[in-house]
């Protein structure tokens, strides 16, 4: 009998066990099955609280629904997502309010120490108008030091002024070159058909070759009916291209194989001192000659030592002592 009470007893805790174990389990599974769904990607994740109006009168008239109730569904909406944004735009505007406040809190924050005298008396009460003027133009000086070198800090008015200085120099220095360019000058020169034919004519330092090769074909009633293209001026023994200006070889003192180019006259070197270490100031007369002649004579001297002259070319440098 009391065997069979024992046995009773101890089915009783087992069943308990079990039963305690099984609520255990339950509640690991349940606690797995959160776990898991809080980990996996959900499809309304990434879709906004607020649906649109669209979606919201979608959802709202599933089904058959007269034209009606449609456009009174969907007048509905209009008016309640009107409301909410004019809420929005209220929070926005108070929001805007507080902040501009206490920026005007900040602006206006004072010591009484400043403006009160020694006796608790405001300092404007104690002193004259006069008085305070002075004083507020003494505080504005001192905030900065005017010793202090800035000269390497970036400065709009002292860039711009810089700017403007450049460009009046600039506009100034454009107007004596256009000046330079407008004078007058006498160039020598002599037509070469194998004996020299000596010339001269006047024209402007801004002037082009061709533009001076034209007024010399109307000087030669032989060179009159050749064009500009076929003739060539060789000055100091360089083919000079008719691109070229009398003012570039005078601004860039140029000089040639046998004298200088930017001397358009003619003179020779009269010093009575014959020194070999100093050259000889000499300036020779260009030659006008027409490219058939220079094609059929150009291996026979003096033909023979001319070459087209190149800009980049160093052909020394003429002093003149």
Request: proline share 3%; charged share 40%; with cysteine.
């Amino acid at each position: 009998m009391s065997s069979s009470k024992a046995e009773g007893r101890r089915e009783d805790a087992l069943a308990k066990q079990r039963e305690q174990m099984r609520e255990e389990f339950e509640r690991q599974k349940k606690n797995l099955i959160n776990e898991t769904e809080k980990a996996r990607p959900s499809t309304h994740r990434f879709v906004g609280q607020n649906d649109s109006m669209e979606d919201t009168l979608k959802n709202s008239t599933v089904g058959l629904v007269h034209l009606e109730e449609f456009q009174q569904k969907r007048k509905e909406l209009e008016e309640a997502k009107a409301r909410e944004a004019a809420r929005t735009n209220e929070l926005k505007d108070d929001i805007k309010k507080v902040k501009k406040r206490k920026k005007t809190a900040k602006a206006t924050l004072s010591f009484a120490m400043d403006d009160e005298g020694e006796d608790g008396t405001p300092e404007s009460e104690t002193q004259d108008p006069e008085e305070d003027l002075e004083r507020s133009k003494k505080r504005g000086k001192f905030r900065k030091n005017p010793n202090v070198d800035t000269s390497f800090l970036p400065d709009r008015e002292r860039e711009e002024a810089e700017r403007k200085e450049r460009e009046q120099l600039r506009q100034e220095w454009l107007r004596k070159q256009d000046e330079l360019k407008n004078e007058d000058i006498e160039i020598t020169y002599s037509y070469w058909d194998g004996s020299g034919h000596r010339k001269s004519v006047v024209c402007k330092k801004g002037d082009s070759i061709s533009t001076f090769l034209d007024r010399c074909r109307q000087q030669f009633p032989e060179l009159r009916g050749v064009s500009v293209d076929n003739l060539m001026y060789v000055k100091e023994d360089l083919i000079i291209p008719h691109h070229h200006t009398f003012y570039d070889f005078i601004v860039n003192k140029a000089r040639g194989k046998s004298g200088p180019l930017f001397n358009f006259d003619v003179h020779d070197d009269v010093r009575l001192l014959a020194d070999a270490t100093r050259e000889k100031d000499e300036s020779h007369a260009g030659k006008v000659v027409e490219r058939s002649w220079y094609q059929r004579n150009k291996h026979i001297f003096p033909a023979s030592r001319w070459e087209v002259f190149d800009p980049e070319k160093s052909y020394g440098k003429y002093t003149i002592a």
